[in-house]
C-alpha cells in the first residue's frame, strides 16, 4: 500500500461547515459543506444530463481543481460512496493536494477515494493480481536505472567503429517510451518519426528487444512497462477488465490535454464507469512524452453519449494579465476558441523589460524583490517562472548573494543525489535478489568491492532459486563480510515498517558511505528527511515504488521547514501554481520558440503553450523580462529582431498591452532610457 493515497492518515482536521447537510444516500453521518462554485463550474459539478461523459474544457484559472472538488462532494452528496470514485491526476502533488483540500470539506470520508497518477493506479492494481498481469516479483526501475541497463547492452552489441555514431541511450529509451506511449511498433515509429537509415534502424530495434528480454529476466518494470503491460492485460482478458471496470462508478480525471494515446487505451477500459475529465489543450506541453491533445479535441467523437461544457471566466488574474495571453493563443494559427475574462476586473498593465544582459536581468529582479519585500510584502507572494533549472543559475547566483531565501521546484530530485540512490539500492537489494542494478551499486558502496566481485556475487543471484534469501549468496560468497550481510539483513527484518528499515539501513550505510562523500553530515540529513518521508508507507515496496514513480525534489521535500520564501519554478513544473507577482525569466529570441523547436510546427506551438502556462500563473502582477546577451540580438523599435528566429512570439506584441521598458547597461536599476518616448514613433 503506499502509492495511492486511499488510506492515509488524515493529514489535516475536518473543517465543519456553518450550515451542516446530511448525506443523502450514503448511509455516513457527517457534515456537509458548501463550496462557492460559479454557474458555470457549478453546471459541470453538478451535472445530471442525459451524457453520461463529461469533458470539460477550462481555461487557465478558471476554477479545473475547484470543479473537479466540486464534483466529487457533488457526488458523495448524491449517495456514490466514496470509494467507487477514481481520481487520477498528473502528479502525486497533485493528488495530494485535492485530497487534503477534500478532507478539509468532508472529513475522513475523503480517504475512501483511489487517487493518484495513471501510473500509481495501475501499478497499485496490478500489485493486487500480479499474476493476472504477469508483474510478480518485479521492481520498477527510474529512468537513470533504465538507461544504464541500456547503455549496457548497448555496449555488448555494437562494435567499437559503430558506437561513435549510434544513438546513445538517452536517445534509445526516449525512442522506446515514445513508441510504447503512442502505441506504436518500434519500427514503425523510427521510420515515422526520425531519419535514421535502415542499418541503424534495424540495430536499435535489435538493442531494444534486448533492453526488454534482460528486464524480463532481471524482474524489471520501466516507467512505461507499468501502463503497457496494464493495457496488455485488461484487453486481453475480458474478465479482469469488468472486475476493475466494476470497481468505480465514476472516474475523474485532471490535466486531460496531458494523457497519452495508451492512457487513453486505459479510460476506455473504464468508460462503464461515467468519466468526468477537465483539461485545456492551450496547456499542453508533455507533447514530447507522447500526450495527444486528440484526447480533448476527439473526445465526444471517441466516445458514445459524450459531452462538453466550458469554464471560461478566470479567477486568478487581473483583465490585463489576461489580455496578453489571449492575444498570444490568437496569434496561433491552431483555433484554441478561447477567450479569457477575468473575473476581478482591471489591475495593472503587465511589464515588458528588457535587459542587455541576463546579469543586469538576475540583478534588476533580485534589487524589485527586495525593494518589495522591504517596503512590507511577503516573499512568498513571489514566483519567478524559467525554462530549465539551468536557464535559473545566474538569477539563483543574485538571490544567493543577496540572502533572498527561495525555494526551486522542478531542479534536482532528492531520489537523484547519488547517496540517496545508494540507500534506495540497498532496501532494492533486500527485496529482489535479481535487481542487478541495485545489487552492483549496494556492493560497490562497500571498500574493496570492485566490478569483478560485484558481477560474480550478481551472477550467483540471478542462478537463485525465487524461493532462496539471497543472505545464502553472501554467506558463501563473502563470508568474511558482514557488514553487508548486515544491510540486507537489516532492511529485510523492517520491511513492514519502511521509515525504520531507512533509518537504520542509513546508519548502517554510514560506515561506508562517510568515507566516499564530502560533506557526510549534510547527506546524510537528506537520508533522513527520505526516512521521514516514509512515515505513511506500511511497507517498504510501496514506499521505494511511490517515490521511484514521482520523485520527489529537494525543495518539495523541504517545503514543510521553509516559512516564508519565493518560488523558484520551471514552466513545467508551474501548472496548478500561481502568485500575486510573477516574473516571467528570459522571455527573448530563441527561449520563446526554444531555438531546438524552431522549424518544427508543432514543436513551436507547443513552445507557445509553455509561455501561455507561464503568463497565466501571475495573479496581479506579470513582469517579464528578456536579456540580449549575444551579439546576434538587437534592440529594434520595440522588440528584438533575431536573425534566426523570425516566429518569435513576442516579435510584433501590441505595444499597448504592455509597459515597457529598456534598461541600459549604464542605467541602472530603477529607470527606463528617455529613448523610450521615441518608441511609438510610427
Ligand atoms: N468560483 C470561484 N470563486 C472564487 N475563487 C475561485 C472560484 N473558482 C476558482 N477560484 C480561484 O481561482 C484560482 C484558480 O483556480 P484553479 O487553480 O482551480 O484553476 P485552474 O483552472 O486549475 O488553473 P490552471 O489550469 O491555470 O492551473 C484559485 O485561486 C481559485 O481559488
Request: charged fraction near 25%.
Given at each position: 500500500?503506499?502509492?495511492?493515497?486511499?488510506?492515509?492518515?488524515?493529514?489535516?482536521?475536518?473543517?465543519?461547515?456553518?450550515?451542516?447537510?446530511r448525506f443523502?444516500?450514503?448511509?455516513?453521518?457527517?457534515?456537509m459543506?458548501?463550496?462557492?462554485?460559479?454557474?458555470?463550474?457549478?453546471?459541470?459539478?453538478?451535472?445530471?444530463?442525459?451524457?453520461?461523459?463529461?469533458?470539460?474544457?477550462?481555461?487557465?484559472?478558471?476554477?479545473k481543481?475547484?470543479?473537479?472538488?466540486?464534483?466529487?462532494?457533488?457526488l458523495?452528496?448524491?449517495?456514490?460512496?466514496?470509494?467507487?470514485?477514481?481520481?487520477?491526476?498528473?502528479?502525486?502533488?497533485?493528488?495530494?493536494?485535492?485530497?487534503?483540500?477534500?478532507?478539509?470539506?468532508?472529513?475522513?470520508?475523503?480517504?475512501?477515494?483511489?487517487?493518484?497518477?495513471?501510473?500509481?493506479?495501475?501499478?497499485?492494481?496490478?500489485?493486487?493480481?500480479?499474476?493476472?498481469?504477469?508483474?510478480?516479483?518485479?521492481?520498477?526501475?527510474?529512468?537513470?536505472?533504465?538507461?544504464?541497463?541500456?547503455?549496457?547492452?548497448?555496449?555488448?552489441?555494437?562494435?567499437?567503429?559503430?558506437k561513435?555514431?549510434?544513438?546513445?541511450?538517452p536517445?534509445?529509451?526516449?525512442?522506446i517510451?515514445?513508441?510504447?506511449?503512442?502505441?506504436?511498433?518500434?519500427?514503425?515509429?523510427?521510420?515515422?518519426?526520425?531519419?535514421?537509415?535502415?542499418?541503424?534502424?534495424?540495430?536499435?530495434?535489435?538493442?531494444?528487444?534486448?533492453?526488454e528480454?534482460?528486464?524480463?529476466?532481471?524482474?524489471?518494470?520501466?516507467?512505461?512497462?507499468?501502463?503497457?503491460?496494464?493495457?496488455?492485460?485488461?484487453?486481453?482478458?475480458?474478465?479482469?477488465?469488468?472486475?476493475?471496470?466494476?470497481?468505480?462508478?465514476?472516474?475523474?480525471?485532471?490535466?486531460?490535454?496531458?494523457?497519452?494515446?495508451?492512457?487513453?487505451?486505459?479510460?476506455?477500459?473504464?468508460?462503464?464507469?461515467?468519466?468526468f475529465?477537465?483539461?485545456?489543450?492551450?496547456?499542453?506541453?508533455?507533447?514530447?512524452?507522447?500526450?495527444?491533445?486528440?484526447?480533448?479535441?476527439?473526445?465526444?467523437?471517441?466516445?458514445?453519449?459524450?459531452?462538453?461544457?466550458?469554464?471560461?471566466?478566470?479567477?486568478?488574474?487581473?483583465?490585463?494579465?489576461?489580455?496578453?495571453?489571449?492575444?498570444?493563443?490568437?496569434?496561433?494559427?491552431?483555433?484554441?476558441?478561447?477567450?479569457?475574462?477575468?473575473?476581478?476586473?482591471?489591475?495593472?498593465?503587465?511589464?515588458?523589460l528588457?535587459?542587455?544582459?541576463?546579469?543586469?536581468?538576475?540583478?534588476?529582479?533580485?534589487?524589485?524583490?527586495?525593494?518589495?519585500?522591504?517596503?512590507?510584502a511577503?516573499?512568498?507572494?513571489h514566483?519567478?517562472?524559467?525554462r530549465?533549472?539551468?536557464?535559473?543559475?545566474?538569477?539563483?547566483?543574485?538571490?544567493?548573494?543577496?540572502?533572498?531565501?527561495?525555494?526551486?521546484?522542478?531542479?534536482?530530485?532528492?531520489?537523484?543525489?547519488?547517496?540517496?540512490?545508494?540507500?534506495?539500492?540497498?532496501?532494492?537489494?533486500a527485496?529482489?535478489?535479481y535487481?542487478?542494478?541495485?545489487?552492483?551499486?549496494?556492493?560497490?558502496?562497500?571498500?574493496?568491492?570492485?566490478?569483478?566481485?560485484?558481477?560474480?556475487?550478481?551472477?550467483?543471484?540471478?542462478?537463485?532459486?525465487?524461493?532462496?534469501?539471497?543472505?545464502?549468496?553472501?554467506?558463501?560468497?563473502?563470508?568474511?563480510?558482514?557488514?553487508?550481510?548486515?544491510?540486507?539483513?537489516?532492511?529485510?527484518?523492517?520491511?513492514?515498517?519502511?521509515?525504520?528499515?531507512?533509518?537504520?539501513?542509513?546508519?548502517?550505510?554510514?560506515?561506508?558511505?562517510?568515507?566516499r562523500?564530502?560533506?557526510?553530515?549534510?547527506?546524510?540529513?537528506?537520508?533522513?528527511?527520505?526516512?521521514?518521508?516514509?512515515?505513511?508507507?506500511?511497507?517498504?515496496?510501496?514506499?521505494?515504488?511511490?517515490?521511484?514513480l514521482?520523485?520527489v525534489s529537494?525543495?518539495?521535500?523541504e517545503?514543510?521547514?521553509?516559512?516564508?520564501c519565493?518560488?523558484?519554478?520551471?514552466?513545467h513544473?508551474?501548472k496548478?501554481?500561481?502568485?500575486?507577482?510573477?516574473?516571467?525569466?528570459?522571455?527573448?529570441?530563441?527561449?520563446?520558440?526554444?531555438?531546438?523547436?524552431?522549424?518544427?510546427?508543432?514543436?513551436?506551438?507547443?513552445?507557445?503553450?509553455?509561455?501561455?502556462?507561464?503568463?497565466?500563473?501571475?495573479?496581479?502582477?506579470?513582469?517579464?523580462?528578456?536579456?540580449?546577451?549575444?551579439?546576434?540580438?538587437?534592440?529594434?523599435?520595440?522588440?528584438?529582431?533575431?536573425?534566426?528566429?523570425s516566429?518569435?512570439?513576442?516579435?510584433?506584441?501590441?505595444?499597448?498591452?504592455?509597459?515597457?521598458?529598456?534598461?541600459?547597461?549604464?542605467?541602472?536599476?530603477?529607470?527606463?532610457?528617455?529613448?523610450?518616448?521615441?518608441?511609438?514613433?510610427?
Open positions: 500500500m503506499g502509492a495511492l493515497y486511499r488510506h492515509s492518515p488524515p493529514i489535516l482536521a475536518p473543517v465543519l461547515p456553518p450550515s451542516p447537510v443523502a444516500q450514503s448511509g455516513r453521518s457527517g457534515m459543506p458548501t463550496m462557492k462554485l460559479n454557474s458555470e463550474q457549478e453546471t459541470a459539478a453538478h451535472y445530471q444530463g442525459q451524457a453520461q461523459h463529461l469533458l470539460v474544457l477550462a481555461g487557465a484559472g478558471t476554477g481543481t475547484r470543479t473537479i472538488i466540486g464534483r466529487i462532494l457533488f458523495i452528496k448524491q449517495g456514490v460512496p466514496a470509494e467507487r470514485v477514481l481520481m487520477l491526476t498528473f502528479t502525486r502533488r497533485a493528488a495530494k493536494e485535492m485530497l487534503l483540500r477534500l478532507n478539509n470539506e468532508v472529513g475522513k470520508v475523503a480517504q475512501s477515494i483511489t487517487a493518484g497518477t495513471f501510473h500509481h493506479f495501475c501499478l497499485q492494481v496490478m500489485r493486487r493480481v500480479p499474476k493476472a498481469f504477469a508483474v510478480e516479483d518485479r521492481t520498477v526501475i527510474d529512468r537513470d536505472d533504465a538507461q544504464s541497463l541500456l547503455q549496457l547492452i548497448r555496449g555488448e552489441r555494437l562494435k567499437k567503429g559503430e561513435r555514431d549510434f544513438p546513445k541511450a536517445t534509445i529509451l526516449n525512442y517510451s515514445y513508441a510504447k506511449n503512442c502505441c506504436l511498433q518500434l519500427d514503425d515509429y523510427l521510420a515515422q518519426f526520425t531519419e535514421l537509415d535502415t542499418g541503424t534502424m534495424e540495430r536499435l530495434v535489435e538493442i531494444a528487444n534486448l533492453y528480454q534482460r528486464k524480463h529476466e532481471r524482474r524489471y518494470l520501466d516507467y512505461d512497462d507499468i501502463l503497457h503491460l496494464f493495457v496488455q492485460g485488461i484487453e486481453t482478458n475480458s474478465k479482469l477488465r469488468e472486475r476493475i471496470a466494476g470497481l468505480y462508478q465514476h472516474v475523474l480525471v485532471d490535466e486531460m490535454q496531458d494523457t497519452n494515446p495508451l492512457q487513453w487505451r486505459i479510460l476506455n477500459a473504464l468508460s462503464n464507469a461515467n468519466l475529465c477537465v483539461g485545456d489543450d492551450a496547456q499542453s506541453i508533455y507533447a514530447f512524452r507522447g500526450a495527444d491533445f486528440r484526447n480533448v479535441h476527439e473526445f465526444e467523437a471517441r466516445l458514445s453519449n459524450a459531452t462538453t461544457l466550458k469554464l471560461q471566466e478566470n479567477y486568478r488574474s487581473t483583465q490585463e494579465i489576461l489580455d496578453i495571453a489571449n492575444w498570444l493563443l490568437q496569434e496561433s494559427t491552431i483555433s484554441y476558441d478561447k477567450e479569457l475574462h477575468a473575473h476581478r476586473g482591471r489591475g495593472l498593465k503587465p511589464q515588458l528588457d535587459f542587455e544582459s541576463k546579469f543586469d536581468e538576475a540583478e534588476w529582479i533580485a534589487t524589485d524583490l527586495q525593494e518589495r519585500h522591504e517596503a512590507g511577503a516573499w512568498s507572494d514566483m519567478i517562472l524559467v530549465s533549472a539551468w536557464s535559473a543559475k545566474t538569477l539563483e547566483g543574485a538571490l544567493i548573494e543577496r540572502q533572498i531565501p527561495y525555494k526551486f521546484v522542478g531542479g534536482t530530485s532528492l531520489l537523484e543525489a547519488a547517496h540517496v540512490k545508494d540507500l534506495l539500492s540497498l532496501c532494492r537489494a527485496i529482489s535478489a535487481d542487478e542494478l541495485a545489487w552492483i551499486r549496494y556492493l560497490k558502496c562497500w571498500p574493496k568491492i570492485g566490478d569483478a566481485t560485484a558481477a560474480k556475487i550478481v551472477q550467483q543471484l540471478i542462478e537463485l532459486d525465487p524461493a532462496d534469501n539471497p543472505l545464502q549468496v553472501l554467506d558463501s560468497a563473502l563470508a568474511k563480510r558482514e557488514d553487508i550481510r548486515q544491510g540486507i539483513a537489516l532492511i529485510q527484518q523492517y520491511r513492514a515498517e519502511p521509515q525504520t528499515a531507512l533509518k537504520l539501513g542509513a546508519e548502517h550505510l554510514s560506515k561506508a558511505l562517510a568515507l562523500y564530502d560533506r557526510w553530515d549534510s547527506r546524510l540529513a537528506d537520508l533522513r528527511l527520505l526516512s521521514d518521508l516514509a512515515l505513511r508507507y506500511k511497507d517498504l515496496l510501496g514506499f521505494v515504488e511511490a517515490y521511484t514521482d520523485p529537494n525543495s518539495e521535500a517545503k514543510t521547514d521553509q516559512e516564508d519565493l518560488t523558484l519554478i520551471t514552466v513544473s508551474a496548478g501554481t500561481e502568485a500575486p507577482v510573477c516574473y516571467c525569466l528570459g522571455v527573448q529570441p530563441g527561449m520563446y520558440p526554444h531555438m531546438r523547436s524552431l522549424g518544427d510546427k508543432e514543436a513551436e506551438e507547443e513552445e507557445r503553450r509553455i509561455l501561455y502556462v507561464a503568463l497565466t500563473r501571475a495573479q496581479n502582477e506579470l513582469l517579464i523580462t528578456r536579456s540580449g546577451d549575444d551579439n546576434r540580438t538587437q534592440f529594434h523599435g520595440g522588440s528584438f529582431v533575431h536573425g534566426a528566429s516566429s518569435y512570439f513576442l516579435e510584433y506584441l501590441p505595444i499597448e498591452l504592455v509597459e515597457f521598458k529598456h534598461f541600459g547597461y549604464h542605467l541602472g536599476h530603477g529607470g527606463g532610457s528617455v529613448l523610450d518616448e521615441l518608441l511609438d514613433f510610427e
